[in-house]
Protein backbone atom coordinates (compact mmCIF):
# COMPACT_ATOMS: atom_id res chain seq x y z
CA UNK A 1 0.00 0.00 0.00
CA UNK A 2 0.89 3.60 -0.47
CA UNK A 3 1.54 6.06 2.14
CA UNK A 4 0.15 9.98 0.69
CA UNK A 5 0.38 13.37 1.80
CA UNK A 6 -1.07 16.56 0.22
CA UNK A 7 0.65 19.83 0.48
CA UNK A 8 0.20 23.41 -1.50
CA UNK A 9 -3.57 24.65 -0.31
CA UNK A 10 -4.31 27.75 1.43
CA UNK A 11 -6.38 30.81 1.01
CA UNK A 12 -6.48 32.99 -2.64
CA UNK A 13 -8.42 35.06 -4.45
CA UNK A 14 -11.19 34.61 -7.30
CA UNK A 15 -9.04 34.35 -10.73
CA UNK A 16 -5.95 32.97 -8.86
CA UNK A 17 -3.90 29.62 -9.35
CA UNK A 18 -2.42 27.24 -6.96
CA UNK A 19 -0.19 23.94 -7.38
CA UNK A 20 -1.00 21.28 -5.19
CA UNK A 21 1.36 18.87 -4.92
CA UNK A 22 1.09 14.85 -3.67
CA UNK A 23 3.81 12.37 -2.22
CA UNK A 24 3.59 9.22 -1.77
CA UNK A 25 6.04 6.37 0.09
CA UNK A 26 5.74 3.05 -0.27
CA UNK A 27 6.58 0.44 -3.30
CA UNK A 28 3.35 0.41 -4.97
CA UNK A 29 3.00 4.16 -5.75
CA UNK A 30 4.31 3.49 -9.96
CA UNK A 31 2.42 0.83 -10.16
CA UNK A 32 -1.19 2.93 -9.15
CA UNK A 33 -3.53 4.59 -11.10
CA UNK A 34 -3.62 8.25 -9.44
CA UNK A 35 -6.23 10.57 -8.88
CA UNK A 36 -7.54 14.00 -7.09
CA UNK A 37 -10.90 14.47 -5.32
CA UNK A 38 -12.45 17.26 -3.57
CA UNK A 39 -15.00 17.76 -0.74
CA UNK A 40 -16.93 20.66 0.13
CA UNK A 41 -18.69 20.65 3.31
CA UNK A 42 -21.97 18.95 3.00
CA UNK A 43 -21.38 17.56 -0.03
CA UNK A 44 -19.90 14.10 -1.30
CA UNK A 45 -16.44 13.84 -2.16
CA UNK A 46 -16.41 14.31 -5.89
CA UNK A 47 -13.73 12.97 -8.57
CA UNK A 48 -11.47 15.97 -10.14
CA UNK A 49 -8.45 14.29 -12.22
CA UNK A 50 -7.05 11.12 -12.70
CA UNK A 51 -3.72 9.86 -14.17
CA UNK A 52 -2.14 6.52 -15.44
CA UNK A 53 0.42 3.99 -14.67
CA UNK A 54 2.78 6.00 -17.02
CA UNK A 55 1.19 9.51 -16.97
CA UNK A 56 0.59 9.01 -20.46
CA UNK A 57 -3.47 9.16 -20.19
CA UNK A 58 -5.85 11.46 -18.37
CA UNK A 59 -9.36 12.39 -17.59
CA UNK A 60 -11.29 14.93 -15.93
CA UNK A 61 -14.51 16.22 -14.66
CA UNK A 62 -16.53 18.51 -16.58
CA UNK A 63 -16.34 21.33 -13.64
CA UNK A 64 -12.37 21.11 -13.84
CA UNK A 65 -11.53 19.93 -17.61
CA UNK A 66 -9.22 22.69 -19.42
CA UNK A 67 -8.51 24.90 -15.99
CA UNK A 68 -6.57 21.98 -13.98
CA UNK A 69 -3.77 19.78 -14.40
CA UNK A 70 -3.10 16.74 -13.45
CA UNK A 71 1.01 15.51 -14.10
CA UNK A 72 2.99 12.33 -12.09
CA UNK A 73 6.73 11.87 -11.54
CA UNK A 74 7.46 8.11 -10.72
CA UNK A 75 10.84 8.65 -9.95
CA UNK A 76 10.16 11.56 -7.16
CA UNK A 77 6.62 9.49 -6.26
CA UNK A 78 4.89 12.51 -6.63
CA UNK A 79 1.78 13.80 -8.13
CA UNK A 80 0.88 17.24 -8.75
CA UNK A 81 -2.52 19.33 -9.61
CA UNK A 82 -2.03 22.75 -11.34
CA UNK A 83 -5.45 24.59 -10.99
CA UNK A 84 -5.83 27.95 -13.12
CA UNK A 85 -8.65 30.41 -12.79
CA UNK A 86 -9.99 29.32 -9.30
CA UNK A 87 -13.52 30.06 -8.32
CA UNK A 88 -15.47 30.63 -4.62
CA UNK A 89 -17.41 27.15 -5.77
CA UNK A 90 -13.74 25.11 -6.16
CA UNK A 91 -13.28 25.52 -2.26
CA UNK A 92 -13.03 22.56 -0.38
CA UNK A 93 -10.46 19.94 0.78
CA UNK A 94 -8.59 18.36 -1.70
CA UNK A 95 -7.47 14.91 -1.69
CA UNK A 96 -4.76 12.32 -3.67
CA UNK A 97 -5.67 8.68 -3.85
CA UNK A 98 -3.94 5.78 -5.23
CA UNK A 99 -5.69 2.92 -6.92
CA UNK A 100 -4.71 -0.15 -8.51
CA UNK A 101 -7.15 -0.06 -11.49
CA UNK A 102 -5.70 -0.54 -14.40
CA UNK A 103 -8.04 2.14 -16.28
CA UNK A 104 -9.00 5.90 -14.59
CA UNK A 105 -12.06 5.74 -12.55
CA UNK A 106 -13.81 7.91 -10.82
CA UNK A 107 -15.39 6.33 -8.26
CA UNK A 108 -13.94 6.78 -4.49
CA UNK A 109 -14.53 3.09 -3.73
CA UNK A 110 -11.97 1.95 -6.52
CA UNK A 111 -8.89 3.82 -4.58
CA UNK A 112 -7.64 2.24 -1.52
CA UNK A 113 -5.06 5.13 -0.43
CA UNK A 114 -6.13 8.49 0.72
CA UNK A 115 -3.86 11.20 1.45
CA UNK A 116 -5.51 13.60 4.53
CA UNK A 117 -6.56 16.05 2.58
CA UNK A 118 -5.19 20.05 1.84
CA UNK A 119 -7.92 22.76 2.16
CA UNK A 120 -8.64 24.84 -0.75
CA UNK A 121 -10.00 27.96 -0.15
CA UNK A 122 -11.40 30.80 -3.07
CA UNK A 123 -12.58 34.37 -2.13
CA UNK A 124 -14.76 36.05 -4.13
Known amino acids: QVQLVESGGGVVEAGASLRLSCAASGPTFARSTMAWFRQAPGKEREFLAGINLHGTNTRYANSVQGRFTVTRDNRKNTMALQMNNLTPVDTAVYYC?????????????????WGHGTQVTVSS
Open 97 to 113: AAGGSPTIVTMTNYFSS
